[in-house]
């Protein structure tokens, strides 16, 4: 029986993303196997959990939509969660999966549980890391197994190259993906002008490009 790392647990509402507003029950993972540069997560603080703590801790909060699984970066505890999310889904429990969408082979073995999933794709330019897009790729193949949409964090630095190379792995899967533009809270005012840009760019070569901010941090909430 393994047990999970966890940051946090806690009842708020999705700040990113199509599902903006909706009631969820947060399970924060410890850890991650990147280091963006805006991330915004930095964790210093994990709890040793089993799986009935988790569950007995998320079932304290009623009335919400679904179960955010997020971190960190969740999948890097496959494992735990192969344990965890049958538990949930037998309780007829919705799973949400944030995930910075790179851990493809760990994200086969616990699809089967998961219901929504909240892919980030991570440019070199914005966030600092090595070029991830050949995992992208493999991870938006698996994942389109369930609902799935894209979120790609634009910053002051967001390379415009590259931005157009994800809008087009994009296309070549699922052209009618929902494909999120989220400028860089507090960057938001800064970024008004290339975010419209972007967002034209982007209708190019998907119909379904939105552009939405990080509302929990403009709503100052968790």
């Known amino acids: 029986m393994y047990k ?3 940051s946090e647990i806690f009842k708020s509402i999705q700040g990113e993303g199509p599902y903006l507003g909706i009631s969820q029950v947060f399970v924060r993972f410890y850890g991650c196997n990147l280091d963006c540069t805006y991330c915004d997560t930095r964790q210093i603080y994990f709890k040793e959990m089993s799986v009935e703590e988790v569950k007995s801790n998320v079932y304290n909060y009623q009335d919400y939509h679904s179960i955010s699984i997020t971190g960190g970066e969740p999948l890097l505890q496959v494992d735990f969660l192969m344990e965890l999310l ?3 889904k037998q309780d007829k429990k919705l799973i949400y999966l944030e995930t910075n969408g790179v851990l493809y082979q760990n994200l086969k073995k616990i699809i089967s549980w998961v219901d929504i999933i909240a892919m980030d794709f991570k440019l070199p330019s914005s966030c600092g890391s090595q070029n991830l897009f050949i995992q992208h790729r493999y991870f938006l193949e698996e994942a389109l197994k369930r609902e799935t949409f894209i979120k790609v964090v634009i910053t002051p630095s967001t390379n415009e190259e590259e931005l157009v190379e994800v809008f087009s792995i994009a296309r070549s899967i699922r052209p009618e ?4 533009l989220q400028p860089q ?3 938001e005012e800064a970024l008004k002008e290339r ?3 972007f967002s034209d760019l982007g209708r190019i070569y998907l119909p379904n ?8 941090k403009i709503l100052g909430v968790r």
Request: proline content about 12%; overall charge positive; charged content about 10%.
């Open 86 to 88: 049958p538990q949930f």
């Open 4 to 6: 999970g790392r966890i």
């Open 195 to 197: 975010i419209g840009y």
């Open 177 to 180: 993906i929902i494909f999120v």
């Open 209 to 216: 490009i939105r552009v939405i901010p990080q509302m929990h």
């Open 185 to 187: 809270h507090p960057y």
